[in-house]
């Protein structure tokens, strides 16, 4: 569903939505996004009266209740929430639906239906208006971490599993024991990585959770490393998969598997992971657009890749970056529209990217204090999302059509912002580093060295890294930390790279002068523009005044321009 059309006269409800930049009201309205005190649900385990951390939470699909939210949590209960409604009056109910986890759930289409995957390996039909079990699926011999239901289809759906395993199922299938079902066609180590003698590698090493929970941390031993963590529909007969560490996202092809082979199949077509590390990763999430020709895949390398599922080109179209996803519980949603996209991270924020857009900076959305894992946005209001976290809380985040919101401010504990990361770095192409270990791109700054770790954690967050800077560059680092803000961190407008989003138009690096001039207001222009690089052989043209200098010039230019920036920073330091 598309954003009515009075929002074009930028109104929503009485709300006056304007835009700092021209022509884009929506990344404006993005900002009103808040979350009340009322709004706030926190998640407890009924028995012993402590709180647990929510795992999954999806929108209904179901005709006249896109309201109604599902959320299950790590004891296996479900819980019903009317996201219309605040406080305890938004609580519908709630059931045991599991004996362990629960790691996935999806709604059916047209009916109040909800399929659930667990930890207890078996996946449960719910009828949720009188809680009571439809049909119960068994056959994996893991932990379920995905399931999907096929678009318009309420009757088969595709379940993924730690045990490398993909299974299709049919509701209606006549291999019925009372209400347990069998799969009608099995796709086996679908996702296990191979060695370069094509031999299964024995084993892969996974990294542990941060929240300490001792079931989270039980659940990455074992088969981790031919897991299957995300499967989907994408057209009729076509699955989408994608495993914890092969680093491909594999379709599949239901028409061309044999049942009855032996032989283990062979995906119809897959796209291989494009990063930049030197090891395989895997996907923590894959969602598609409503036409199904984007695939959204986020990665545990930090980034969020665009893959055309028309063309099937092996590149991504463009990517997204500025969070962090260390697990693969962090997911990822697309707006009603499918303008924005919104995903959890591992550093208590939730992010959101404009997808026609994926240069510029994206919003965040702060209050949660631990992980953001599962995320989802409603299907027909555009002014309702909910993020799950592990400090045992979910929240409910809304558009403010409030008029007298100042009234309300105490209320708010969480809000949206646009990240300032995104400000001052240059997002480049994930191909554009040349050495497999090298993190980092012509003109961005290496975070290996602690040096530079500091500055670059001034440069996104001034006010609380400065007292760090301080106290932890002493005077033998002065001369390291001013010559490399002003060389090693000064990139030269010509040497920009683009997104790697067709012929949109590449984003300019800023300097750290830029960014100086800019927060301290020293008078000069902060759109100063930079000069080329040059080659000691050949003259420079100045852009800014149209005439030719010559590299002895453009020498004594720079050196100036760095002794003004080494007395800047100095004033802002006055300890090292």
């Given at each position: 569903m598309n954003i009515p059309g009075f929002l074009g006269r930028r109104q929503l409800s009485g709300l006056e939505v304007t835009s700092r930049r021209r022509g884009s009201p929506w990344r404006s309205l993005l900002e009103q996004f808040l979350c009340y005190a009322e709004d706030e649900h926190f998640v407890e385990n009924n028995e012993l009266g402590v709180d647990i951390p929510p795992f999954v939470c999806e929108f209904s699909r179901a005709p006249h209740s896109h309201h109604i939210l599902a959320v299950a949590d790590e004891d296996g209960f479900i819980k019903l929430i009317d996201t219309n409604k605040t406080a305890s009056s938004a609580f519908i109910k709630e059931w045991p639906a599991h004996s362990n986890a629960v790691f996935d759930v999806a709604w059916s289409e047209n009916e109040p239906k909800l399929l659930t995957a667990s930890g207890d390996q078996t996946s449960v039909l719910w009828d949720t208006v009188q809680c009571r079990v439809i049909s119960r699926?068994?056959?994996?011999?893991?932990s379920i971490k995905s399931v999907n239901f096929r678009r318009q289809d309420a009757?088969?759906?595709?379940?993924?599993s730690?045990?490398?395993n993909i299974m299709l199922w049919d509701t209606r299938s006549k291999t019925r024991s009372a209400v347990s079902v069998s799969p009608c066609l099995v796709i086996a180590n679908a996702h296990v990585p191979t060695s370069s003698t094509g031999a299964p590698k024995s084993a892969l090493v996974g990294r542990r959770r941060g929240c300490g929970m001792k079931r989270r941390s039980s659940l990455i031993q074992g088969d981790y490393h031919k897991s299957v963590t995300c499967t989907l529909f994408q057209r009729h007969n076509i699955i989408v998969s994608a495993g914890a560490s092969d680093g491909f996202i594999k379709l599949w092809d239901i028409r061309k598997i044999n049942p009855t082979s032996k032989k283990e199949p062979v995906c119809w077509e897959s796209f291989p992971y494009t990063g930049t590390s030197q090891r395989q990763h895997g996907y923590s999430s894959l969602v598609f657009d409503s036409t199904q020709s984007r695939l959204f895949a986020s990665c545990t390398d930090d980034v969020v890749y665009v893959y055309n599922c028309t063309n099937f080109n092996k590149e991504p179209m463009c990517f997204f970056q500025g969070h962090m996803n260390s697990t693969f519980y962090v997911r990822s949603a697309l707006s009603p529209d499918d303008r924005f996209l919104l995903s959890g991270s591992s550093d208590s924020k939730a992010y959101i990217w404009d997808i026609n857009a994926p240069h510029a900076p994206p919003f965040t959305l702060t209050g949660h204090t631990k992980e953001v894992t599962s995320v989802t946005w409603s299907r027909e209001d555009f002014t309702q999302l909910v993020t799950c976290s592990d400090d045992n809380t979910f929240r409910v985040w809304r558009i403010d059509r409030n008029l007298e919101r100042e009234s309300r401010d105490h209320q708010i504990v969480g809000k949206c912002q646009i990240s300032e990361f995104h400000d001052i770095m240059r997002v480049t192409s994930p191909n554009s580093v040349s050495s497999p270990g090298n993190v980092t791109s012509p003109g961005c700054m290496s975070t290996k060295s602690p040096v530079n770790t500091l500055i670059l954690k001034f440069m996104t967050r001034p006010s609380t890294y400065k007292q760090k800077i301080d106290e932890s560059i002493d005077n033998e680092d002065k001369e390291n930390v001013l010559s490399g803000i002003s060389e090693r961190y000064q990139s030269p407008e010509s040497g920009h790279e683009s997104v790697g989003c067709g012929n949109r138009k590449p984003l300019k690096a800023l300097t750290i002068s830029h960014f100086l001039q800019r927060r301290h207001k020293?008078?000069?222009?902060?759109?100063?523009?930079q000069r080329s690089s040059y080659s000691p052989s050949s003259p420079v043209r100045d852009e800014d005044e149209g005439?030719?200098?010559?590299?002895?010039a453009e020498a004594r230019s720079s050196q100036d321009s760095k002794s003004q920036m080494?007395?800047?920073i100095l004033d802002y330091f006055p300890h090292i």
């Open positions: 699926f068994t056959g994996h011999q893991s009757s088969v759906f595709v379940s993924g730690r045990d490398g020293t008078g000069k222009s902060r759109h100063r523009k005439h030719v200098t010559s590299p002895e080494k007395k800047t």
